[in-house]
């Protein structure tokens, strides 16, 4: 074998590693004369092989996806990233799992615990995703463009403001804080979106404690400053409510024993009932627990003003108007879209709307390659009623103007599939199949029906068409259900596997999403929780809070934060919470 062959060979053996241990290479084989041929030729063949991956890159589509949140971070986690050109621009670096927010608002979780950085993730995708710490400004849909900002604060030179360009669209951005314009919210309230809100959170409630033990202060105004409101009876609001009657209870009494009778936690909420989109077995059980600990529950009430003494509502029953001095107010009653979303809906036709409008594959409305999903976006379900006279005559084979039990029985998996409001309404009306609708005025089976017999049938089925809830669960669903489109766009472009479409000829390309809905949560404080399981199933107590630990625990985004979240509960029972303002 001649140098010459021999540093070919190990040049290509060694062509793969970092240009540090390409010149380790070089400076142990400098005495023999052939070093420099050996680093030289690995260069070379590098250099074409980056050419060769950069043209590669060139004929990829492009996907910008706007948002590290429960949507976007599940579409990146699924999404075959070779096959496109990614590029991920967010304000925050990191992905927050947001179901444990309350918990850090009270030192039973600490924040860092429920971050993962998003270039963590990306680094387990080989680093194929590229990522920009900056927010969305505008969306130029008619020329695919993406105007986005640096918006941290700091000296370092530079322009702030850069553009995108993109083939597809993901917006997952999520959505903020809806104070309804009520006056005073933005100015003397917390909220409870983001890990800041948290963490700001922890630290006004130990600064309440502080000032309270002050001397000089009346017993008066010690009790304003440890009067605790919530504002929004949802999971959000009582789970908080619950941690930090938790915190007071088990901790901070015993630091603060001078106020420890001094404190009081209140929760408005404007319904009848708090948990109002659970179960009633599970809101008058959360109901029944809160008046228990002492933690006061006034419902029927809606919240008009907020000062930074006072915060002023109307009571729905007697329509008085009261006011009540406090020390701290959370306001937890909903969300809203996005400035730069509600921009972008007015020039593609959706102005009047309160959420971004998507259809059943979650494709933008009005709007070509432009998908959303998430607490920004809301799936604007066909109506079966739209698509009636074409459903029947799709169904109607031999055009007689009758369809018969065994026609309809053809395209009922379509339908169902298409229309998922028709499967709900089933379940409502306690039938077992759809041909069960095949009934005349008077209730009796029938062979067939015509046009209007059909209509009939199905003309009370949309009225189970209903919004998914904005949470976590649907996120993340949605995100995942988007990665498998577009990992089959290519295979199925000429093969579709979903629908019929009942308007126009051949099956739709995608099945559409549909949401599985897998129970939610409602921890409750003192080691017990309430859980609405699939299948009518409801769960309260010390055995429910048990399984959420193990359900949040092992959905933890990676074995990271999986430990940290473990290690932090571990330590809450061994040492309790850190009352330390940091």
Not at 46 to 71: F, I, Y
Not at 127 to 146: R, S, T, V, Y
Request: charged share 25%; net charge neutral.
């Amino acid at each position: 074998m001649t140098i010459l062959s021999f540093f070919t060979r190990a040049s290509r053996a060694f062509n793969g590693y970092p240009s540090s241990s390409k010149l380790l290479l070089l400076c142990t084989l400098s005495l023999s004369g052939g070093g420099v041929v050996a680093y030289s030729e690995a260069q070379v063949d590098a250099s074409k092989t980056s050419v060769q991956v950069n043209e590669k890159d060139c004929k990829k589509k492009r996907v910008v996806v706007l948002g590290t949140g429960w949507a976007g971070i599940s579409f990146l986690k699924d999404l075959d990233v070779s096959a496109y050109d990614v590029q991920v621009v967010s304000p925050r670096n990191y992905f927050a799992f947001t179901p444990l927010l309350p918990s850090v608002t009270c030192g039973t979780v600490e924040a860092r615990s429920i971050v993962e950085p998003v270039r963590n993730i990306i680094k387990k995708r080989n680093g194929e995703i590229q990522f920009w710490e900056a927010e969305c400004m505008k969306i130029d849909a008619a020329n695919k463009k993406l105007l986005c900002r640096y918006t941290v604060e700091n000296n370092l030179v530079g322009n702030d403001e850069f553009s995108l360009e993109y083939d597809y669209l993901v917006i997952a951005v999520g959505a903020q804080v809806n104070t309804f314009n009520t006056p005073g919210v933005l100015e003397n309230c917390h909220f409870l979106k983001e890990l800041e809100d948290a963490q700001k959170i922890r630290r006004t409630v130990i600064d309440c404690f502080e000032k309270a033990v002050l001397p000089g202060l009346s017993e008066e105004e010690r009790r304003i400053n440890l009067h605790f409101v919530i504002v929004g009876g949802g999971p959000t609001g009582v789970e908080f409510a619950a941690e930090l009657h938790d915190f007071v209870q088990e901790d901070l009494v015993n630091l603060y024993p001078s106020v420890k009778d001094m404190v009081k936690i209140t929760v408005i909420q404007s319904g009848d009932h708090i948990l109002n989109m659970f179960d009633e077995r599970i809101s008058s059980f959360a109901e029944q627990k809160f008046q228990r600990d002492g933690i006061e529950v006034q419902t029927g009430s809606r919240v008009i003003s907020v000062s930074d003494k006072e915060i002023t509502m109307k009571l729905k029953a007697k329509g008085e108007i009261c006011s009540v001095p406090h020390g701290l107010v959370v306001w937890s009653t909903g969300v809203e879209t996005r400035p730069f979303v509600k921009d972008f809906m007015g020039k593609i036709g959706q102005a009047n709307r309160r959420v971004l409008a998507t259809d059943e594959w979650l494709r933008v409305k009005g709007c070509e390659d432009v998908y959303a999903l998430g607490d920004c976006a809301t799936i604007n379900q066909r109506k079966v009623m739209e698509d009636i006279a074409a459903i029947f005559k799709a169904a109607d084979k031999d055009n007689s103007g009758f369809l018969t039990v065994e026609e309809f029985k053809d395209v009922i998996d379509d339908i169902l599939e298409r229309y998922p409001q028709v499967e709900h309404y089933l379940k409502s009306k306690h039938l077992r199949d759809v041909t069960d609708l095949m009934k005349d005025s008077e209730g009796n089976d029938i062979d067939e029906v015509d046009i209007e017999g059909f209509k009939l049938a199905l003309c009370q089925a949309d009225s189970q068409v209903k919004n998914l809830p904005a949470t976590a669960q649907v996120a993340a669903q949605q995100g995942a259900y988007l990665s498998k489109c577009f990992n089959r766009k290519s295979k199925w472009k000429d093969n579709p596997e979903g629908p019929r479409r009942f308007r126009g000829s051949g099956r739709h390309q995608f099945h559409p999403f549909q949401y599985k809905h897998l129970g939610q949560f409602a921890p409750l404080g003192g080691e017990q929780a309430a859980a609405e399981l699939p299948g009518d199933w409801v769960s309260v107590g010390r055995s429910t809070q048990w399984l959420w630990y193990s359900v949040y625990a092992s959905k933890q985004v990676s074995w990271r934060t999986r430990v940290l979240v473990v290690s932090d509960w571990t330590r809450r029972f061994i040492f309790g919470r850190d009352s330390s303002r940091i």
